[in-house]
């Protein structure tokens, strides 16, 4: 599968191991950054993340950062993205069955390497289960159909 | 302060309960539905509860589903909202320390009311920390900005 992989500075290491673990296991994987430990700011890779997924350039993404609530934030700002922040395998596999997630976003600070990819492993290996959730993914890539408050 | 809360019907009960608690704590509610536990989409609720953040009508959100991941997604899809789908007190007072995070989305089937409540608590009492988190977060609201791909 090709998998994108972004963080910011605080899960630069985490990136690496995953990327390399990933690779091993066959995936065409993308480091799209960053390149080294310096300070940089999470929203820039996390936009990244989003526009290779949009593009169709990766199928599937991981999304790092130290908490994974801020590249989080920013991959789901573009409507093809659907990015889902977890912290164990339940939630990865949800998010696979139930919103069709296309990206998973880990906090490297919070979560370890092995429950990482605990998470990643059940994000890859669960299908979407269509039927009525297909109605609540596509209103996920048209916000402007929303309602307006009541 | 003024808080909006919305779900979908997997978490119908647990936003009530809280609803009840945040009233009786002295905040100005706001249900943004749904009313009943009858099937909704949970895009409709999220997008909802951002345009209430987006004007100014609520200051806090609390946005639930059955994982909180969908509804999460949606949220997000409002440049305006930064939505923190968290599973325990760190990650909910990291969200606002370092992501001035206006919304805490909250999985009714996975977390339990009491850890609903301290999560809540955590994101409530928790300020920004500003500095070089600000000229993130200001990314977060201003998506044209993101780099092109590398």
Known sequence: MRIAIASDHA??????????????AGHDVADLGPDSEA????????????????????ERGVALC????????AVNRNPEAR????????????????????????????????MAKACITAFLATPFAGDRHQRRVDKLSHPAIAPEPA
Do not use: T
């Open 66 to 73: 130290g908490s994974g609530i801020g590249i989080s934030i």
């Open 83 to 114: 990015c889902a922040l977890v912290a164990e395998p339940l939630s990865a596999a949800l998010a696979r069955e139930h919103n069709d997630a296309n990206v998973i976003a880990l906090g490297a600070r919070l979560v370890g390497i092995e």
């Open 39 to 58: 300070s940089v700011d999470y929203p820039d890779y996390g936009y990244r993340l989003a526009a290779a997924i949009a593009s169709g350039a990766a």
């Open 11 to 24: 899960a630069f290491a985490m990136k690496g191991e995953l990327a390399r673990w990933l690779a091993q």
